[in-house]
């Protein structure tokens, strides 16, 4: 294994399963490289490791329509420039967005893609220039950003970075557009039928949204944003922090929403009228400095920055040392 690794993505599989994208420090950002890590807590080898030949962006896991929840499963890794890889269990297939990305060359000029999920029974992409992608089968994605899908300069283009949704007739997706000020909060909705903006409170770019339930729909971003609502009864800003945090993720566990960003990991108390983002004390030494990604899945909460990687189940935190970087002490 190369040493030194900065980790760029990183997704829960299951509480003691974390999978994670990395990229050499001695590699310039964005380097069509990646290798991917598996992190078994427990395991007596709990890492294990494989590459690609592009950058990752985003990550999730795929249950293909039909299988049953024992069925052949797969972990999913996506490139900006819309590469797509999925590992199941006996084989590893890649596919390729039509049309996504900057440099590759069957890029259109809609831009780079940032985020992959599942969306019932479908995978579901957003990225630059408004795209949104439905995968239908294999190798079968299909634009469904009518209304969205732009071709305007960069600078006049709007972003999208996150998608989700309780189901495939109610989809979030969430970004920022150029303003007068700036870059601005912007929220779409998509019904079954068509997209719709939504009246948000005036906040800088978001980041990420999270599916609580159909009616609780969080999204985060710049300058401690953080909504709460749906496309039905509208959004409100319960963001307390009035400083520079940037919120990159939310994850839900115990009765908090838990917020990765550039300065640490803060939490939100769920069902309290009252409740204020307060910064979240591990009692680690040293500190935890960053949080890129903060996911859970169920008993555990994971925290993933640059370098650190920390666990949470409930009653104790514990920092996991990955093998390529120095320990942090």
């Avoid at 395991?43 to 329509?65: F, G, I």
């Avoid at 969430?174 to 929220?187: N, V």
């Avoid at 039905?232 to 917020?259: I, K, P, T």
Wanted: glycine share 12%; proline share 6%.
């Amino acid at each position: 294994m190369a040493t030194d690794v900065t980790f760029t993505v990183a997704k829960v599989i299951e509480d003691d399963w974390l999978l994670i994208a990395g990229s050499p420090d001695s590699d310039e950002p964005y380097t069509p490289f990646t290798r991917w890590f598996q992190y078994i807590e427990g395991d007596a080898e709990p890492w294990t490791s494989h590459e690609t030949q592009w950058w990752a962006r985003s990550a999730t896991t795929y249950l293909p329509p039909g299988v049953g929840k024992n069925g052949d499963w797969a972990l999913v890794g996506m490139s900006h420039e819309g590469h797509v890889e999925f590992s199941f269990a006996e084989t590893i297939v890649e596919e390729k967005i039509p049309g996504a990305g900057v440099f590759v060359p069957d890029a259109t000029g809609w831009g780079y893609v940032s985020s992959i999920r599942q969306i019932g029974d479908f995978l579901f992409v957003c990225g630059a220039g408004g795209q949104v992608y439905k995968r239908l089968s294999s190798n079968n994605w299909h634009h469904m950003d009518d209304g969205l899908l732009q071709t305007l300069p960069i600078d006049q283009r709007l972003l999208l970075s996150d998608i989700g949704g309780p189901n495939e007739a109610d989809i979030y997706v969430c970004g920022s557009y150029p303003g007068p000020a700036g870059m601005e909060g912007r929220l779409f909705h998509f019904d079954g039928s068509r997209w719709s903006g939504l009246p948000i409170p005036e906040v800088g770019y978001l980041n990420r949204v999270l599916i609580e339930s159909p009616d609780s729909i969080w999204a985060c971003g710049h300058n401690g944003a953080l909504l709460n609502g749906n496309a039905r009864d509208g959004f409100r800003d319960v963001s307390s922090v009035e400083d520079n945090q940037l919120f990159y993720s939310m994850a839900l566990f115990g009765g908090n929403l838990y917020l990765g960003s550039n300065l640490g990991l803060y939490s939100y108390k769920l069902n309290d009228p009252h409740a204020r983002i307060g910064e979240v004390v591990t009692g680690l030494t040293p500190p935890l400095s960053d949080a890129v990604t903060v996911d859970s899945v169920g008993k555990v909460l994971w925290s993933v920055g640059e370098k650190d990687i920390v666990r949470f189940d409930g009653s104790s935190w514990a920092r996991i040392d990955h093998p390529d970087n120095v320990p942090i002490r």
